[in-house]
């Protein structure tokens, strides 16, 4: 759906109302599934403390009510984007997630013990625990919540190089990558705190086994620099998932897969010859960040440009940011 055809249903303040998502639904040929995950939404309604609605509506290749729409779930659909939270279409008293039809996980006990608590994680980050919504400096006013402040990242122009290698085009999307990366880290840490610790290491083990087929989705037109690109994104994943794991006492119990897993990572990026280093640092880094202080702009600023340093990457740009 496009931003220009729910935004005018936007109320200052409290988002989509009910009757207005229930327009859009029936319209954009979706579905409400909350029914099906009244349990799971209990218990985090019961383990967050919260009286947040959350809604769970499933897409698919079919949704969409005209040409735009129709390609903006099309594309959906296409990058797998399986589960994800959605700011626009929730308000400050409900929560509204999307799950694609043919998602296999929706009814395992892995959807209901994490992936499910993770997405509302999201909208919880920005209602009860104040964080801002991190976004690419530039982007549309339209993307922005109605009910939570909003921290733009970056400059406005410039470029991106990693080893000297030009990603034409990608500034945004560069921005984007660590802003999603931040918030999830957020969520990680308030699912810690929350008690959510069940289905942590089958999480790992399965987002392993997805995350190349997401990410081999996007190119850019230098096709060297966009294979470092991912190759190093995913050892910045790797090492963040290696802390998590060691933070809840993870680690010995599946200490070959990570072991095994590390040596994928390596191999991936074998050009880059100080790996390891940054790995250890990257874990480091991870292990002992206050997550508490993603709520100020110039310490998310602070956090891109020290990973970017231990990556290898550069923004180059005339702007202060």
Known sequence: MTISSIISLITKDYGLKDDDMDKIIRREKLKDVSQAYSDAISNIQ??????TRLRVLEYNELSGSNRDSKIFFRDLALQSRNVFYNHLFSNKECCV??????????????FKLRILPHEFAHHF?????????LLPRGVSHDFFPQFASTLELGPRNGLIYIDNLSLE??????????AERIQDRICSEILKRK??????LDEY???????????ILRTYPNYEATIRYLSRLALLDEAEWHASIKSVGGSNQISDKLKLNLRRIMKLNKDF??????????????????????????????YIKQVSNL???????????
Not at 125 to 133: G, I, K, L, N, V
Not at 205 to 215: I, M, R
Request: with cysteine; net charge negative.
């Open 169 to 178: 085009d990608c500034l945004e999307d560069f921005f984007k990558d660590f």
């Open 195 to 200: 008690g959510f610790l069940k289905g942590l």
């Open 46 to 51: 019961n383990k967050f403390g919260s009286i």
């Open 97 to 110: 997630i999307f799950v694609y039809s043919g998602y296999q996980m929706k009814n395992s006990t892995l």
């Open 273 to 302: 010859s100080n790996r390891k280093e940054a790995f250890r640092e990257l874990y480091d880094l991870a292990l002992k960040m206050d997550y508490k202080l993603f709520r100020e702009k110039r310490f998310c600023t602070s």
């Open 311 to 321: 990556l290898n990457f550069e923004v180059r740009t005339e702007e202060r940011w």
């Open 205 to 215: 083990l399965l987002t392993k086994n997805d995350e190349t087929a997401k990410s």
């Open 125 to 133: 980050q920005m209602t009860d625990e104040e964080f801002p919504c």
